[in-house]
């Protein structure tokens, strides 16, 4: 009878912590940067070349692939995923990472669970809705929602709130 090869999670090498920065294991990290007072939750991975900001939470079950970006302030909720490969060519890019695309997440973002957000770009003080999916850059504060996500409510400029 045959065994599995069993992988064990951890945190992986190449990882560079902030300050203070907790974390709920098992979870998945490498290769990435993480802020000073951040909370990573529990069966979360985070790829290399990844960069979250100060004092953001990532919730647990969540994925965040290579070539993210996540500010300042920011939350994201439960069992969101991130993408970076858009099957431009009807399949997978599979290892051909010049086929994989940037995400940027602004400061005071908030990502509802079950959210998947696209390679895109997300101004400061944004709400994305629970299972909401982005696949357009958005570029005024506000609260977005739907798949795909569009903007429900607009943010006042002056105080960036609804």
Request: net charge neutral.
């Given at each position: 009878m045959a065994r599995p090869n069993i992988?064990?999670?951890?945190?992986?090498?190449?990882?560079?912590?902030?300050?203070?920065?907790?974390?709920?294991?098992?979870?998945?990290?490498?290769?990435?940067?993480?802020?000073?007072?951040?909370?990573?939750?529990?069966f979360v991975e985070i790829q290399q070349n990844v960069v979250i900001?100060?004092?953001?939470?990532?919730?647990?079950?969540?994925?965040?692939?290579?070539?993210?970006?996540?500010?300042?302030?920011c939350f994201v909720g439960h069992g969101v995923v991130f993408i970076n490969d858009l099957f431009a060519e009807?399949?997978?890019?599979?290892?051909?990472?010049s086929k994989w695309k940037k995400t940027r997440i602004g400061n005071h973002v908030s990502i509802g669970s079950n959210a998947t957000i696209l390679p895109v770009s997300i101004c400061d003080h944004?709400?994305?809705?629970?299972?909401?999916?982005?696949?357009?850059?958005?570029?005024?504060?506000?609260?977005?929602?739907?798949?795909?996500?569009k903007c429900i409510k607009k943010f006042s400029a002056s105080t960036n709130k609804p």
């Amino acid at each position: 009878m045959a065994r599995p090869n069993i992988l064990n999670i951890g945190i992986h090498q190449n990882v560079i912590f902030g300050e203070d920065v907790k974390l709920v294991q098992p979870v998945n990290l490498y290769g990435c940067t993480i802020g000073d007072h951040s909370f990573i939750g529990p069966f979360v991975e985070i790829q290399q070349n990844v960069v979250i900001g100060k004092r953001t939470k990532v919730q647990s079950h969540t994925f965040i692939c290579e070539l993210v970006s996540i500010g300042d302030d920011c939350f994201v909720g439960h069992g969101v995923v991130f993408i970076n490969d858009l099957f431009a060519e009807g399949g997978p890019a599979g290892g051909d990472q010049s086929k994989w695309k940037k995400t940027r997440i602004g400061n005071h973002v908030s990502i509802g669970s079950n959210a998947t957000i696209l390679p895109v770009s997300i101004c400061d003080h944004v709400v994305i809705g629970a299972g909401a999916v982005v696949t357009r850059d958005i570029i005024e504060p506000g609260t977005y929602a739907g798949n795909p996500a569009k903007c429900i409510k607009k943010f006042s400029a002056s105080t960036n709130k609804p």
